[in-house]
Structure formats: C-alpha cells, structure tokens
C-alpha cells in the first residue's frame, strides 16, 4: 500500500545534540512537508520541498534543516540551534494540482531533555 | 485576526446527536478547503474537501459559505468512534506555501 513512513515514532535526545527525523513516501508525490505541532496548536510549517533537489523555508525554519535528493525523501535535522525542540514532527506530502490535499505520514514525537 | 479561526470547544455531545463545527477564514480570495480529522497523539487524517456546492459522505455534510468566510462541518447520528480533534484547512491560492491550520475542535461523544 502506498504511504508515507516517518521513523522513528518516539526520539529522545539530550540538549545540544542534533537528530534527524526521517520521512520517505512511495505515493510519488512530488511536494513535501515538513510541520510542527505543539499542544493545542496550529500545525506550523517548518520546510516544504516542490520538487528533488530544492526545499524552501517555511514560517518557523529556524534552527531546522533539510535535503531532499530523492523524490522518496525528505529528512528533517533538529540541531542544537533549535531552542525549543521538543515537540510531535510531522511530515506530508501531496500530488501535483494546486488545490490537492495534504497526506500525512504518522510522526514523530521528539522530546529533548 | 488569525487566518483561520476555529472554536477549540470541547464538544461534548451523547451518542446519536448531531453536532456541527464553524471555521472561519480571513483571506476572501482562498480557493480550496478541507477538513481533517486527528485522534490523540496520531497524525491528521483528511475527512473529507470541501466543495462550493457542499458536499456529504455518510453522515457527514460539509458547507462553505463564501459571504460570511466560513466553512462548517456537521456530523449527524454521532457516534463514539467520532470522538477526535476536527482541523480545518484553507488554502488561498493553491501554493503549497499558503496552506493554513486551525487549532482545531475537540469533540467527546459520550455513551
């Protein structure tokens, strides 16, 4: 079945430390994103990549970073830059057409001490 | 003003009720609408689009009302497997940039 995968569901890191949170999709889809949620929140854009090779920021970018050299992939790095880190990560993707929606893989919790 | 405005409730509403949901929008030139569904500590599901004409899958009906910028969602004969946060969509242009959340409602079905 097709999907997006997002490893691993729970990370637990010291502060200080950067981690990456995976995320791979075999829907061929060519966008995809990179979202933060925090409780009681609005999902909050952090990286959203159009196509292979090119990402851009989105409204809270800072301390985070991406690649995307596949179409499958689109890891996110949580640095030590990022101060307040701790937070549920969650990646999605959608087809080609403007008005298509968001797919979502399960996500990530991240909690740093 | 925020973007996109929900009432975070809780809704808290017996089994068989029907119980509806507004989400209002700032931006009079958005485009498409959707609404998702996410359950506790899980990622949002898409529950469905919503469409100018209004549209129904089951016993769900959603509407937008263009005029007064907001789109609703009404569930009818609620069931307990209901019980989830309902975030709103909207997108003004289509840009993948420009897609914007609610908060989100809560809603309880209670037996």
């Known amino acids: 079945d097709g999907g997006i995968t997002q490893s691993p569901k729970y990370l637990f890191r010291k502060e200080g430390q950067n981690v990456t949170l995976s995320c791979e999709q075999n829907l061929n889809h060519d966008a995809m994103y990179w979202y933060r949620q925090d409780p009681g929140q609005g999902l909050r854009l952090i990286y959203y990549s159009q196509i292979v090779n090119d990402f851009q920021k989105g409204d809270i970018a800072e301390g985070y970073s991406v690649s995307r050299e596949k179409k499958e992939s689109f890891p996110l790095t949580v640095t030590s830059a990022q101060k307040n880190p701790t937070a549920f990560y969650l990646c999605?993707?959608?087809?080609?057409?403007?008005?298509?929606?968001?797919?979502f893989g399960n996500g990530t919790r991240l909690t740093v001490t | 003003r925020k973007e996109v405005e929900q009432d975070p409730g809780p809704f808290n509403v017996p089994e068989g009720a029907t119980v509806a949901f507004n989400c209002t929008y700032s931006?009079?030139?958005?485009?498409?609408f959707f609404w998702y569904r996410q359950d506790c500590r899980k990622e949002p599901k898409l529950l469905m689009s919503?469409?100018?004409s209004g549209n129904e899958d089951g016993r769900f009906t959603a509407q937008l009302n263009r005029a007064s910028q907001y789109i609703s969602l009404l569930i009818r004969d609620s069931k307990l497997s209901d019980s989830a946060t309902y975030l709103c969509?909207?997108?003004?242009?289509?840009?993948?940039?420009?897609?914007?959340f609610g908060s989100g409602t809560q809603l309880t079905v209670l037996p």
């Open positions: 969509v909207v997108n003004p242009s289509g840009s993948a940039r420009q897609l914007t």
């Open positions: 919503v469409y100018s």
């Open positions: 931006n009079s030139a958005s485009q498409s």
């Open positions: 999605a993707s959608r087809p080609s057409g403007e008005y298509s929606p968001l797919h």
